[in-house]
């Protein structure tokens, strides 16, 4: 069974700093990609990166660069989303995902077939 286990989040301050987890389990390959996702108040669900487990491969999305950075330890199957300064307009439940038939090439639309349980970020004064 393919099982995502999201850790991290909480409350933290604009300017702030955030890092949440992601550990991955029961995947038939070694490969695939992980993608974070975030669902704002009032808005729709927008994808902030992805990671390709095989040559480490990244996208951002536009709101996040130069902001947020994904990093991964491979031997123990954990991708990690390292958010700095953070803002109002980041609060919102954050979610990690699979794909193992995605490289984060951004080459179209993918399904994301799992999903972790997903993980409240609140930016606020």
């Known amino acids: 069974q393919v099982q995502l286990v999201q850790s991290g989040g909480g409350l933290v301050q604009p300017g702030g700093s955030l890092r949440l987890s992601c550990v991955a389990s029961?995947?038939?390959?070694?490969?695939?990609?992980i993608g974070w996702f975030r669902q704002v108040s009032g808005k729709e669900r927008e994808e902030v990166s992805c990671?390709?487990?095989?040559?480490?491969?990244?996208l951002y999305g536009d709101s996040v660069k130069g902001r947020f950075t994904i990093s991964s330890d491979n031997a123990k199957n954990t991708v990690y989303l390292q958010m700095d300064n953070l803002k109002a307009e980041d609060t919102g439940v954050y979610y990690c995902?699979?794909?193992?038939?995605?490289?984060?090439?951004?080459?179209?639309?993918?399904?994301?077939?799992?999903w972790g349980q997903g993980i409240q970020v609140t930016v606020s004064s």
């Open positions: 990671y390709y487990t095989g040559d480490g491969n990244t």
């Open positions: 995902a699979a794909d193992p038939n995605y490289y984060c090439t951004g080459d179209g639309i993918h399904p994301y077939d799992y």
């Open positions: 029961g995947f038939t390959q070694p490969v695939y990609a």
